[in-house]
């Protein structure tokens, strides 16, 4: 297949001769060495060929046709990681913040982690997207030195468009094609390489789901995505947070909350302590520490708040878990109603 | 928006749930002529067809280095290689060598002293002396 693609690429660069140069053997993904050890350190099953994982290593900057690079593959590995992802953590935390999820999220399977898990697989990548190189790399065009990326490549700043002259009004029908391929010509040519890296793991994501199984995939997920450490808890950042919690128990039906002192050290000295908690009717809520009573009540109102916020069933089932389990009757997650708005 | 969310990224963690074996390449460099090379050549032709199979994640490059000692080369995930020279060995001391190579990590070596190293937090917490049972003098 990827031979195939081999050649089509020739065809399109037009090397002139018919006749095909001789390519190394590493070309082929069944003679090359760095592939296939590619393939046993990820410990996919046979039943994934080594030619998906060699086309998850074409990047479309480098091979144009969609029929031999990973974007249809790199599309379906971020819908099915957005998926994995969303429910993981809202069946492990259902009350938490969109801002926090979205960032939780962030965490997981952002393109800055995805280059990451992609480094940490050992990928390596070719200098330049050539024909004789090895199956086993990453091929992708590089970004230029300078050429704008992200936000800045679709929206110009004020201040160039403003030393732009504008465009002569003309009823030309020729002068929007002309437009049109002027745009063409201004579109970037390359990829970051942590971008590129990103979509060859997520392409191995919908390689997985493709040629093994959705559970499989999903357990590839719990291995290589989940398993990474991060405390959500650190992920908040509260503007009001004793506002908030007031409002929180408005809402909830508990008692206003209340700051008590719980201990405290010397507070006429240069270094005071104080321990407050905050408390809605007898039960205490949250607790805090500081070296003032304002500072203390704050970080009572904020661990009252992740307390809420942070809530875990005990008994968590994740819809592809039951599926695994067979014959047994779907129930849904708990699902909350969500944040307060203060 | 009263609660906003910090950016992050999430932190590996191997041999948590799925492992990469780090080490990604064994280079052998042999010389045809010298004689310290001999244990090297009977291990390429005797030992290493065995050593690749039972290591498939590991890709195995075998290159000449005329007139010079045989070595073997580890090149890691991390970025850092090791080099570990066989002349004169044995071919079974260079399979033990290789093995070494391979069940390396790539770091640098370091004096472990703590038994357990860990990045969540203690589940007990930090003593503070306001909680609890208060001294009495």
Sequence with gaps: MLEAASAIQLGIKGTGSSKQPRLPPCRSPHTSAKLSSLHARLSLSPTFPLETLARCLIDPTAEPNPKFNNATLSNLGNNLLGYYTTEHLLAKYPRLPIDVLYAAMHAYISPQTLFQAGREWGVEDAFEPTLEVDAGLLQFKRLKPGEPWGPERFFKTGDESALEPPAPATDDPTSKSTLDSEAEKKEVEGIPLSHATANFVKSVFAGIYLHESPSSAHHFFRQHIISRHL??????????PTRHL??????????????????????????????????????????????????ARIRAAVSALKGWYLYSPTEKKEAEEEEEEGGREFSSVFVDVGEVIV | MSVQGLRTISKARNGF???????????????????????????????????AKANPQIEMVVSP????????????????????????????????????????????????????????????GIFSPFHGVKHEV
């Design chain 1, 231 to 240: 405390d959500i808890s650190k992920l908040f950042n509260f503007e009001q």
């Design chain 2, 17 to 51: 749930a799925g492992f990469i074996l780090q080490c990604k390449r064994l280079e052998f460099n042999y010389c045809d002529w010298a004689g310290s090379s001999g244990g090297m050549n009977a291990f390429l032709t005797h030992d290493l067809p065995k050593f």
């Design chain 1, 246 to 295: 007031s409002r929180l128990c408005a809402r909830e039906g508990f008692q206003p909350p209340i700051a008590r002192l719980l201990s405290e050290t010397g507070r006429r000295s240069r270094t005071p302590v104080f321990i407050v908690g905050a408390y809605s009717g007898e039960e205490r809520l949250g607790e805090g520490y500081g070296a003032s009573l304002d500072e």
């Design chain 2, 65 to 124: 280095r005329p007139h010079k000692h045989p070595i073997i080369r580890g090149v890691y995930i991390n970025g850092r290689e090791k080099v570990i020279c066989v002349r004169n060995l044995h071919h079974q001391q260079i399979l033990e060598q290789a093995n070494l190579l391979k069940n390396s990590s790539g770091l640098k070596l370091k004096k472990i002293n703590k038994p357990v190293a860990s990045v969540n937090e203690s589940v007990r």
